[in-house]
């Protein structure tokens, strides 16, 4: 460091050198040239030959210098709008670079336009956001009673008159402080109490919202029962005797039905019972022959297809993953999946989980708080996990499908996360040529699954789709190796 260099011909520079600049988590502490002019104002340079003007610059007499008490290299430059950490590479380094700016700050005293400015400015930025500004307040004071003890400590003793004013002007100083400190705590409480304002009403702007969806839809209901009244009597008695005879015919084949209905249903069972549909009939297609299937990529027993449908007239596809696992049954890999205990043993992007209510035997809500993956925000979600046996016989079929859905307890906007939306379905069948008498060997379990997720926020569909192409095979794995370490020296379960 040097006081003037005399490479650089700019006779405005008073001082200059090089210091390291905090720029970010990413890239850290960086060697940047700063250079400190007649004018007040202090500017940092990519290199000490970087005439391309300057990467950032701060006037000196609307900042204060605070001294990082951990570290002897270390000092913080603080502004109402931006604050600078920089470290030297020598502690005499600091002394210098503080003893340079003390200089000029006398030198180029804040007009008093410009301390009206300043405050004008600072005023609309704690409008826009209180708490840097707090902050701020709290950092000048710590400095300000810093800088007033260590001129007070080289006040010599023989002067009398000097520290008789000092005293005074202390007294004045800690007086502005309190007061400012004041200020402070009535500010912060003054948040504290909107923050609480504005939680309360989001919760009840979601309840209300919750409310009014369950309200239009059992008034849709109702509308669809009434009975229309521009119809005569013959018509009416056609359409009952038509309706009776459906019911009739529907009565009949619901022994048949592979998925069957039930009278106590929760507000979740269509739901779930249309989405085992759709994936019982995935179960029985052939990918190797059906062209509505497109492999995508293969991991060991792991292959990734990309399936397509057509929903509402329009054509959409989807990720589908096949696999088989070696000695576990489908009832076996389905407790793995479903049980709450079980996957926070083996799915370690979990950070906690709670169940918020129970809708029958095998539906449950759950609130999931996923781990944040930096630099993204941390995500919840609020679904409806639904474990199911697929027939009567001993070995029968076994799903587990996790949809998202609303919940009173945990409404969207309250639980401080971004909420993800999702629609997971694990499709199990075991294969087994006599179960009667069988070992573990002789038991294979064939997996259809498939994940959608929504994760909120802004993320591209595509960026999406190539997480999930990778972390197929990854959960697959996971799961696989769990479930046969967990059943392994336990009885066969079908």
Known sequence: MINGDQDYQDLNVVFEGDLQKWTNYIHGWQVRRFRLTHDGVLSYFLSKDDHNGSRGSIKIQKMVTQIHKGSEVRFDLVTPSVTWYLRCLQPIDRMKWIDAIGKQQEDNPLSETASTTMLTESSLQLASDLNIHLEELQSFKRSLSQQMSEIRSKIPKDMVELSHQFTVLQATVAGIVATTTDCVDLLQDRETFWKEQITNEKERTAQIEILYKATTREKKELIATQEGPHINEEEFFDAVESTLDKMENIEKDVSKLEVTDRSDKHFMYDQMQEIISKYIALSKQDPESDSSWQPVAKDGPTKIYRKEEEKDNIMIDFLVAKTSVKGVTAAEM?????????????????????????????????????????????????????????????????????????????????????????????????????????????????????????????????????????????????????????????????
């Open 334 to 494: 389905a407790e793995v999946f479903h049980t709450k205990e079980l996957k926070l043993k083996w799915d370690h992007t979990i950070e906690a989980d709670k169940v918020l209510e129970t809708l029958d035997e095998h539906c449950t809500i759950i609130h999931q708080i996923l781990k944040r993956v930096w630099p993204a925000a941390q995500r919840d979600i609020v679904y409806a996990s639904h474990k199911q046996k697929l027939g009567e016989e001993k070995v029968s079929d076994w799903i587990v499908c996790n949809k998202s859905c609303d919940h009173t307890k945990v409404p969207i906007g309250t639980s401080g996360y971004c909420r993800a939306e999702i629609e997971v379905v694990l499709y199990c069948r075991t294969r087994c040529d006599n179960p009667a008498s069988c070992s573990r060997d002789d038991i294979t379990c064939d997996i259809v699954y498939s994940a959608t997720v929504n994760p909120g926020g802004w993320a591209p569909a595509s960026a999406v789709r190539a997480i999930s192409q990778r972390e197929y095979p990854k959960f697959l794995k996971k799961i696989s190796e769990f479930a046969r370490d967990y059943v392994k020296n336990s009885e066969i379960r079908f």
